[in-house]
């Protein structure tokens, strides 16, 4: 079974687009959790919405509520639900791509030694092109998005660090890897994100090199050192 942990704060439009997706999955065997994290807007009552939809499928769906404390958390707690032996954790202004959850599956099915799977997607119009997984290159820069299909038994104990704010995923990856884990790249875009989101952002590379002096490259270079000093790279 895939455990689908979606945390939502504030997404109440983008929450029935990615759960729209999750209803058309050719992947059947799942369970649905959203964890509201403290939305101010009708996401929770959106979130509510949708059980008698998921019932009528026969597909698993619960909804918590947490008083608003991050993403990372509501990841957490969601995750403390999950029943799955695989664990997809979903951002609601994410679309899942019909084939996305079966495509991911087969692909560790056969990759036994890979305990997650990611694959290319769109963030708005751009196509985010990966490559296949490399440890050394996976220390230098985040290229893995949270939408990854991950074996539940070889997830953190202790979950997604809440202490960090920024570049949660990449701390993630860069935990399993210092764990001796590796994923393994699908060369398929599976999903799109909608730009505008709550939890994350992009620009394009070229402003990090030639616009230092903007607010949100700064704060990404200080998430960065962050999560390198963490992990003790030193360059």
Known sequence: MISV???VYNQATNLSWCLNGLLKQTYKNLE???VNDGSTDNSLAKAQEYKPIFKKQEIPYSVFSQSKKGAPSARNQGRKYSRGNYLLFCDADAYLMPEALSEMAKTLEKHLQASFVY??????????KLFPFDKDRLRQ?????TISLVRARDFP???WDEYIKKLQDWDLWLTMVDQGFKGVWLDKTLFYVRTGGVYSSWLPSIAYKLLPFLPQVKKYKKAMRIVKDKHGIKN
């Open 32 to 34: 649905i959790i959203v």
């Open 157 to 159: 104990s202790r979950g």
């Open 5 to 7: 942990i979606i945390p």
């Open 119 to 128: 694959s290319n997607f769109k963030w708005g119009r751009k196509l985010f």
């Open 141 to 145: 820069m985040p290229y893995i998005h």
